[in-house]
């Protein structure tokens, strides 16, 4: 990825889009700065995004790759068939890749953007892995399918909600507090 007169490539774009995002938060994010920390014009981030939000939703689907990667990866480190495990590997991954992206939480629960639109029907959609994975859960247990879709959102508010008081720095990261988040967790399900 290396500039050649004033061309820049989308992936450049998006990682400055997202040192921007890190640096001023999606309200403040400017397409100008993205602009300005790659050494282009103004008008050049337009040659690959329509505007702003555009490549805000490339910033959610780039953040949403890398969720895809450590999600199968824990579901390979769990070492287990089970639904139970698997999903409470994932469940935990999910927590700590919030933490590492606090700018995703930020733009995934952004009301009436294209971005948070995005976010949820890939989140809930009937091809995501974690969706599969609750249902599996809810079929072992004889759930009815329905149920799942409260489950998911109770864990998504569940961990997204923790998330974003451990970077408000409202709760420390420690195990008299994570310890009991995991517990609420698992309990989501049992009921």
């Not at 999910?94 to 995934?108: E, I, Q």
């Not at 994975?133 to 109770?154: F, Q, R, T, V, W």
């Amino acid at each position: 990825m290396h500039l050649e007169g004033n061309s820049i490539s989308r992936e450049r774009l998006i990682q400055a889009g997202i040192q921007e995002l890190e640096q001023n938060g999606p309200a403040s994010f400017s397409l100008r700065r993205v602009a300005q920390s790659c050494g282009v014009s103004c008008a050049a981030p337009y040659k690959h995004f329509k505007d702003k939000q555009a490549l805000l939703l490339a910033i959610a689907c780039e953040y949403d790759a890398q969720w895809s990667e450590r999600q199968k990866r824990a579901v390979l480190e769990s070492n287990s068939a089970d639904p139970d495990v698997m999903l409470k590997a994932v469940c935990r991954e999910y927590f700590h890749f919030l933490l590492d992206n606090p700018n995703y939480c930020m733009l995934a629960t952004q009301t009436d953007t294209a971005t948070s639109k995005w976010h949820l029907q890939h989140l809930l959609g009937e091809s995501s892995p974690t969706r599969r994975l609750i249902n599996e859960y809810c079929a072992k247990y004889g759930m009815p399918a329905e149920i799942s879709n409260a489950k998911i959102y109770l864990l998504r508010g569940l961990l997204f909600g923790v998330a974003m008081m451990v970077g408000t720095g409202e709760l420390q990261l420690t195990p008299e507090t994570i310890d009991p988040l995991y517990h609420e967790m698992e309990s989501v399900f049992r009921s």
